[in-house]
C-alpha cells in the first residue's frame, strides 16, 4: 500500500467552478498535511500547509484534513484559468516528504 | 534570493555515459533532497543531505547512484553508466534546520534537470 494515494485525473473544469482535490494517507503519524502546485516544466512550490485535524483557508484555496479518516482535501474557489496546474499532496514524515502521484487541473476560460 | 537553482536544466546522454547534475539550495539553507518524477508517477525520494554529510540515502539506488554536498560549492547528483530507465526529471529541495527540526519541513523545489538517455 502507498502512503500516499491521490486521483491522477485529468481533472477539467470551466473557469469559475469548485474544484475538489483529495488525497487518503495510510500513516497515522503523519502530522502535517501539504499541497504543492506544479506547473508544467517547473518545479513544485508549496500552496499552504496544515497541522492536524481541521480546516485552512488562504484566499481562494481551503485545505481540509479528516485525521479519522485519513483523508485530506484542496478546494479551490472561483478556479481560474491560472490555476491549471498539477496538485500533490505531501506529507512529510522522518527525513522524507512522501507525495501523491498529482492530480492535473485544466480550468478552462 | 534566486531560490533553489538547478543545472543544466535538460541533459541528453547516451546509454554508459554519466550524468552529473548540480544544485544550490536556497540562501541560508543547509539542507538538500533529491527527488525523482517519471512521467505519470509522484515525485520519489531519493537521497537528504546536509553539507558534508549523507543522513538519509535510503531512496537511492544502490548501483550508480551517488550523491555529494561538499564544505564548498553545488550539491551534485552524479548517475554513472545511466540506462534509458534513469530518463526522468530530477528535482533539488532544500529547507533550513529550523523548518525541518519543527517537523513541518516546507521544502523549496528548484526547477528540475530533465535527463533523457537515448
Known amino acids: 500500500q502507498k502512503e500516499v494515494e491521490q486521483d491522477p485525473g485529468p481533472l477539467s473544469v470551466p473557469e469559475g467552478a469548485i474544484v475538489s482535490l483529495n488525497c487518503t494517507y495510510s500513516?497515522?503519524?503523519?502530522?502535517?498535511f501539504m499541497w504543492y502546485r506544479q506547473y508544467s516544466r517547473k518545479g513544485p512550490e508549496l500552496l499552504m500547509y496544515?497541522?492536524?485535524?481541521g480546516n485552512k483557508e488562504d484566499g481562494r484555496f481551503t485545505a481540509q484534513v479528516d485525521k479519522s479518516s485519513k483523508y485530506i482535501s484542496l478546494f479551490i474557489r472561483d478556479s481560474q484559468p491560472s490555476d491549471s496546474a498539477t496538485y500533490l499532496c505531501?506529507?512529510?514524515?522522518?527525513?522524507?516528504?512522501?507525495f501523491g502521484t498529482g492530480t492535473r487541473l485544466t480550468v478552462i476560460p | 534570493n534566486a531560490g533553489v537553482m538547478q543545472n543544466p536544466r535538460h541533459l541528453v546522454r547516451r546509454r554508459g555515459q554519466e550524468a552529473r547534475l548540480r544544485c544550490s539550495p536556497m540562501?541560508?539553507?543547509?539542507?538538500v533532497y533529491w527527488y525523482r518524477q517519471l512521467p505519470e508517477e509522484g515525485l520519489k525520494f531519493m537521497v537528504y543531505?546536509?553539507?558534508?554529510?549523507?543522513?538519509?540515502e535510503s531512496g537511492m539506488p544502490k548501483e550508480r547512484f551517488s550523491a555529494e554536498f561538499p564544505k564548498e560549492g553545488p550539491s551534485i547528483l552524479r548517475i554513472q553508466q545511466v540506462v534509458r530507465g534513469d530518463s526522468a526529471a530530477y528535482f533539488c529541495?532544500?529547507?533550513?534546520?529550523?523548518?525541518?527540526?519543527?517537523?513541518?519541513?516546507?521544502?523549496?523545489f528548484g526547477a528540475g534537470s530533465r535527463l533523457t538517455v537515448l
Open positions: 500513516n497515522s503519524a503523519f502530522q502535517y
Open positions: 529541495a532544500s529547507s533550513s534546520a529550523l523548518s525541518t527540526g519543527s517537523g513541518a519541513n516546507v521544502l523549496t
Open positions: 543531505l546536509q553539507k558534508e554529510n549523507i543522513i538519509d
Open positions: 505531501a506529507m512529510p514524515a522522518a527525513n522524507n516528504l512522501f
Open positions: 540562501k541560508g539553507h543547509s539542507h
Open positions: 496544515t497541522y492536524s485535524s
